[in-house]
């Protein structure tokens, strides 16, 4: 069945620090796939998406390759910021239209 | 408002008690879906509406979760007898149209479930 494996926090960097979180996934056909961002105290939020492969998602500083070749989808950023500290998920949507999502990754940005 | 609220935000039950979780989506959303969120965890599908069609109701955890959408906009997610393994964050998320798993889902703040 459809899968989302992510690398297990937490993270902590100091701010101007490079991110990555590591995102895996597995799916039969060619599934959508997503990161969310979930601020404290906060819903869920979109933070890039990418439909086929090759396709580079990004938003805020954020990216994120869609890797079919690894079934991959790494999200970056060169440079964290204290306002970056949140949980991130990575997601995939299903033949349905249905998010299935990995655990969730905290990040926590240090001044 | 703009975006999808949900209420209570926070809902403290005893063992054994029924509860109702309510939805309101993005006005015009076509799509409505439920998910569980357990702590630590990330969101997992429970259900899916296109209007007041339950389509896809196969993450429903056992048959004392029952969802509705009678008139195709504001939703409730109902928990009979509820048990302490329901203690969860339930968001709720619409979309505007039916097709491409492209589109977004716009989540709602979620409700914080506590059972007793």
């Known amino acids: 069945g459809n899968s989302v494996t992510q690398m297990e926090g937490p993270v902590t960097l100091s701010e101007e620090a490079f991110l990555t979180i590591n995102c895996t996934y597995t799916?039969?056909?060619?599934?959508?796939l997503f990161w969310y961002v979930q601020y404290p105290g906060e819903g869920l939020q979109l933070l890039l998406k990418?439909?086929?492969?090759?396709d580079k998602g990004s938003n805020k500083g954020f990216e994120a390759t869609y890797r079919k070749e690894t079934t991959s989808f790494h999200l970056e950023k060169g440079s964290v910021q204290v306002s970056d500290s949140a949980v991130y998920f990575c997601?995939?949507?299903?033949?349905?239209?249905?998010?299935?999502f990995g655990k969730g990754t905290k990040l926590s940005v240090k001044p | 408002g703009a975006g999808v609220s949900q209420s209570p935000r926070y809902k403290v039950a005893k063992r054994g008690q029924d509860v109702a979780l309510r939805c309101d989506p993005i006005?015009?959303?076509?799509?409505l879906f439920w998910y569980q969120q357990a702590l630590g965890q990330g969101p997992e599908f429970l259900t899916y509406?296109?209007?007041?069609?339950?389509?896809?109701k196969s993450g429903l955890p056992s048959d004392r979760f029952f969802a509705e959408r009678p008139e195709g906009s504001v939703s409730t997610l109902k928990i009979q007898r509820t048990q302490q393994e329901d203690s969860a964050v339930y968001l709720c998320?619409?979309?505007?149209?039916?097709?491409?798993?492209?589109?977004?889902?716009?989540f709602g703040p979620g409700t914080r479930l506590t059972v007793l």
């Open positions: 990418a439909t086929k492969a090759d």
């Open positions: 998320a619409s979309r505007h149209s039916t097709g491409g798993s492209y589109n977004e889902q716009f």
């Open positions: 006005s015009g959303h076509v799509s």
């Open positions: 997601a995939l949507s299903d033949g349905k239209g249905n998010l299935i």
């Open positions: 799916a039969t056909g060619y599934p959508s």
């Open positions: 509406f296109q209007n007041e069609a339950q389509l896809d």
